[in-house]
């Protein structure tokens, strides 16, 4: 197999050598070198498809990619801003941008690649609607100690993982579940009348729309329970009032 990689990666190199504005066979040397697990060579080759095809969203996918694996987190940055640049916002990986937001609280990294992470998540929110991008955004918060904005996007996130026809979908009503537990945590955290109010109403409509296909479902139990923790919190407030 490895003869056969070598094989290609030297067709590809003589392509380049006749036409070397060829993107496509610089991406295709890129494939190559990741199939035999020399990520140095890749990264080279992505870096030349790039500058060729700076319009294809897979050529970015494949730069991230090799550049997360390689720790060149500003140049992650600059595929990410590229796919949003060229349209493709929705091709953005988030696991990636999840490696990067738990970086920023490892204190490895410079305050300007952390300040760069944040405004890329930032735009990235802009342009795609996705509860991950909201969960993202909580979590780097939460990082910092700031629960306050955590609960803000926790709320943002949870809002968002109602996506139509979740009322029949157990995999989307399940994300919601897991969305709802991270509310309720930090909004018990913080333990405000207002945002436990709101915590109330918005576990009230799910419950609601929820019952007729998800009624006694593992699921179900759990957002009820939800739904009893915030009820509980309220009430002890009153009575300390």
Known sequence: RLQKWELALRGFGRVVHIVDDDGEAYCNMGTVYLQMGE???AWRAFQEAAKY????WKIWQNYILVAMNLRKYSYVLLGMRSLMNIGAASR?????????VLLTADGDLDEKTVVAIYDTLTELARLVSSSRVWA?????HKQRGDVATEAEFRQKEFRAAQISGWEKDGKL???IVVSG???VAVVLKLNQQKLLFSAKLALSRILKLAREYFDHSEDYNRITDLHEQVQSAIAQNKSTT
């Open 39 to 41: 990520q140095e060579g």
């Open 53 to 56: 095809q700076g319009n294809n």
């Open 92 to 100: 953005v990986d988030l696991d990636v941008m999840g490696r990067l």
């Open 136 to 140: 993202l955004h909580a979590l780097y």
């Open 173 to 175: 009503f399940h994300e």
């Open 181 to 183: 537990e991270e509310l």
